[in-house]
């Protein structure tokens, strides 16, 4: 029988978490925050659920991915330890409607405490771990899963490139709620005009990486009789 407890999402940005949120999913957003996710995650009772997902964009560090590929994890790096991901959940994610259409890549995540802006910095984290792709949950999703004793897994869409260098405004303009800080963007932008060429690249990128998120929104369907329940 089906376990009936939901699944634990871990997302980063209030839109990752809209997309994920429904039934059979309890849904935390970080706002992109290491130390508020780790906070949420020690008060949280992990008996609840039935497995744990980082669900939401990343960073690219394969230069063969655009934006908008999906990569599952094989592993997920983080210092200097390494998590596997569950098989079955996996598998899971891969067998849902929704994923038939796309190209799925499978490969390693390496997760950070700060943004990764420049071509440099991903190239580094390539050379060093050998990951495609690189976010800020996943290794502290499957950190509390392992200790939990749950199984383990990520779903995630490249955002920006490997080639592309993120403007640091687009990485310091985010609300505690997760959403984008507008009057702060502005007033970035009236400090240095320049940087709007860059912002409206990295938003291009982003939006492609949502719409491919939401094309995978539907293996979460169905597969528990409880709500989500956002955190």
Known sequence: MMDPRPVLIVTGLVQ???IATGPGMTVICSSSDPMRLRALLAEFDHSSIRGVISFGVAGGLDPELKSGAVVIATEVMGGDRRWTAAESLSDELIAGAGLGRQTVFRGGL??????????????ALRSETGAVAVDMESHIAADFAHAAGLPFA???????PAHRALPELATTAIKPNGDVDLRKVMRGIARNPMVIRALVSTGRDFNRALRSLRGCRSFMLGSSSLSAAEV
């Open 16 to 18: 990752e978490a809209r």
């Open 110 to 123: 390496v997760g950070v405490e700060k943004v990764v802006t420049g071509q440099a910095g991903k190239a």
């Open 154 to 160: 990520a779903l995630r869409v490249v955002s920006d």
